[in-house]
Every structure is written in C-alpha cells, then in structure tokens.
C-alpha cells in the first residue's frame, strides 16, 4: 500500500506559481515505478499532467511543458510539480498518483485544488 497526501494548492492570479507538494508513505520512492500529477477539472476527465519514472524519466502533457516541472526528493519521499505562469485553464483539482507495477496497482491521493484567477 502507498498513501499519498498533496499540500500546496491555492488560490493564485494568472501568471503566478505555486509548488504541489505530494508526501508518499507505505513504500519507497525507489521502489513506486512512477509517480505522477494529474487534474481534473469541473465536468471534464481525469488526465495526466506530468510523471516521472523510478529512471528519473520525465514526461509532461502538452498543455503544460515549458511552465511545469515534475521532480522528486528520495530522501524526503516527496514528489513536487512546480507550477510557472500559470492560467486560468489550469484551474482543476490536481491529484497524486503513484503505479506499481507488480501487481499493476495505482494509488491516488484525495486531491489538492488550485485556482487560477483572470
């Protein structure tokens, strides 16, 4: 079992930051095969924003490359998303998931929510 909590969430003005933080506990991070941020914002579906493997591979959704940043802390078994000029369009609850791939499990957290103002 993995239990995720995120912190960091907030109200924020268009262009401003904010840094998600998403503090991982049951297992090690060395041990999660990858770890990821999504959202979800009203009415629409739940998708992915960035992840980041056990290799320290990244990826991230196009609607957010060049502004977040995906990064991890071993020694803290924390995962961060730092979160740049933001827009009101990133407006949404945004989620921690970890995937373990023995056993093909994936664990959410309950959600942090951000809001960004025009």
């Known amino acids: 079992q993995v239990q995720l909590v995120e912190s960091g969430g907030g109200l924020v003005q268009a262009g401003g930051s904010l840094r998600l933080s998403c503090a991982a506990s049951?297992?090690?991070?060395?041990?999660?095969?990858?770890m990821g941020w999504y959202r979800q914002a009203p009415g629409k579906q739940r998708d992915l924003v960035a992840a980041?493997?056990?290799?320290?591979?990244?990826n991230y959704a196009d609607s957010v490359k060049g502004r977040f940043t995906i990064s991890r802390d071993i020694a803290k078994n924390t995962v961060y998303l730092q979160m740049n000029s933001l827009k009101p369009e990133d407006t949404a609850v945004y989620y921690c998931?970890?995937?373990?791939?023995?056993?093909?499990?994936?664990?959410w957290g309950k959600g942090t929510l951000v809001t960004v103002s025009s």
């Open positions: 049951g297992r090690s991070l060395f041990s999660i095969n990858a």
């Open positions: 998931n970890a995937y373990v791939a023995a056993g093909e499990m994936n664990f």
């Open positions: 980041i493997t056990r290799g320290d591979s990244t």
